[in-house]
Structure formats: C-alpha cells, structure tokens
C-alpha cells in the first residue's frame, strides 16, 4: 500500500522559500509520477508541480521559475521548493502520486492516489 | 489548458436521497475524468476513475459516468457521511480540476 506522509515549515515571511518533502511508502519514487497541488483558503485544488524522474519537471506558468521539485531515491522521499514567497503563496500543499493502474489494469491516463495529508503555509510578514 | 466547470458549485440534501453532480469539460477528455470527495481539514480522496471505475472501497451507492465532455457523479441513498466538497478532475492533457460542489445537509 503507498503512503504518502508530507513535513515541513508552514509560517514563513514574504521573499523566503517554502520547502517541502514527501515521505513516500509502499513504492520506489524512482518509478513513480509526483504531483503538487495548492488549495488556497476556501478554494478549490490547483495543480502546481508535476515531476518524475524520467519525465523531468512542469510547472504551472504563474509561479514563473520558482517551483524547483526533485526526489531523493535514498530516502525515498519527494521535495518542492518555492522561492521567494507572496501572500498568494498562503494555501494547503498536498503531495500525491499519479499512477494508471490498479489491481493488475492500467488505463491510458492517470488519476490522483495516495494524497499527502497536507502541509498548511501561511505567508505573512 | 482544459477547463472543467461543475454543477451546482453548492447543493443541499437530506440523508436518502439521491444527487447528482454535473461536470462539463471545454474539449473533449475521452473518459479521462476522475471524481474526488474532501471533508474539511483533509485531503482528498479518489471515488472514481476513467470516468465509471470505483476505486477499492468505495461504496457502490457512488456511480460516475460520461464521455468526451460531459460527466456526472451520482449519490445514491445519501449517508451522513457523505457531506463533503466534490471535485471533478481530467487528467487527458495536463491535469486539471472543477471548481468543487459542496454538498450539504438539509
């Protein structure tokens, strides 16, 4: 079963960099697809990282060079770092795993599964 | 991108009945929808993929369904437990979500 467990600080002052990591369980990050995804305070889900080791990294255009993201295979572990934080930054982060297949089935595309429990950032100065 | 609008963006029920909740793709996805359900203060969860397919657990009283670019997931005999925000998400281009339908208790 993979399981996902997020950490990291989640009071930070405008112009610091956020950083996160992802504790993953159950399956090699070297074999996986890794997804970022903000909820700002009383909206919905927005997609904001997409990274695996052999595809490399997207992100989305407003954060404009800021989102670095990367694993780390000897801890098994995924990271998100953003730089240079606004109060627009302010959200619940989730780590989650995209994967196609399920119980011996695989599909075209993919859909979201395990999530994070989520790490809440506050950026205020 | 791909815009997926849902309908209503809120909706009240009583436990029992059944609802509907309405997801409209701006090009076709194929049936690359998935349907999440989050309670406050957590994370989402997976109800359905590929449209119809329910994940491991879910109960059977949640059916999606759908193709190119309309969808819907339907609540049959609603728990109390089901009072929750819904999100639709296609993932056919790069992944985007509905707005979310907030389902609330009557």
């Known amino acids: 079963q993979v399981q996902l467990q997020q950490w990291g600080v989640g009071l930070l002052k405008p112009s610091e960099t956020l950083s996160l990591t992802c504790e993953v369980s159950?399956?090699?990050?070297?074999?996986?697809?890794w997804r970022w995804i903000r909820q700002a305070p009383g909206k919905g889900l927005e997609l904001i990282g997409e990274?695996?080791?052999?595809?490399?990294?997207d992100s989305d255009a407003s954060l404009m060079n800021r989102l670095t993201m990367s694993v780390d295979t000897t801890k098994n572990q995924v990271s998100l770092r953003l730089t240079s934080v606004t109060a627009a930054d302010t959200g619940v982060y989730f780590c989650?795993?995209?994967?196609?297949?399920?119980?011996?089935?695989?599909?075209?595309?993919?859909?979201?599964?395990?999530w994070g429990q989520g790490t809440p950032v506050i950026v205020s100065s | 991108d791909i815009q997926m609008t849902q309908s209503p963006s809120s909706l009240s029920a009583s436990v029992g009945d059944t609802v509907t909740i309405t997801c409209r793709a701006s090009?076709?996805?194929?049936?690359?929808v998935n349907w999440y359900q989050q309670k406050p203060g957590k994370a989402p969860k997976l109800l359905v993929h590929?449209?119809?397919i329910l994940h491991d657990g879910v109960p059977s009283r949640f059916s999606g369904d759908g193709i190119r670019t309309e969808f819907t997931l339907t609540i049959n005999s609603l728990q109390p437990e089901d009072f929750a925000t819904y999100y639709c998400?296609?993932?056919?281009?790069?992944?985007?979500f509905g707005q979310g339908s907030k389902l609330e208790i009557k």
């Open positions: 989650a795993r995209q994967t196609s297949c399920r119980g011996g089935s695989c599909y075209s595309y993919g859909w979201f599964d395990p």
């Open positions: 159950g399956v090699s990050v070297s074999t996986s697809q």
């Open positions: 990274f695996s080791e052999n595809a490399g990294s």
């Open positions: 090009q076709s996805v194929n049936t690359y």
């Open positions: 590929t449209s119809s």
């Open positions: 998400q296609q993932t056919y281009s790069s992944p985007t």
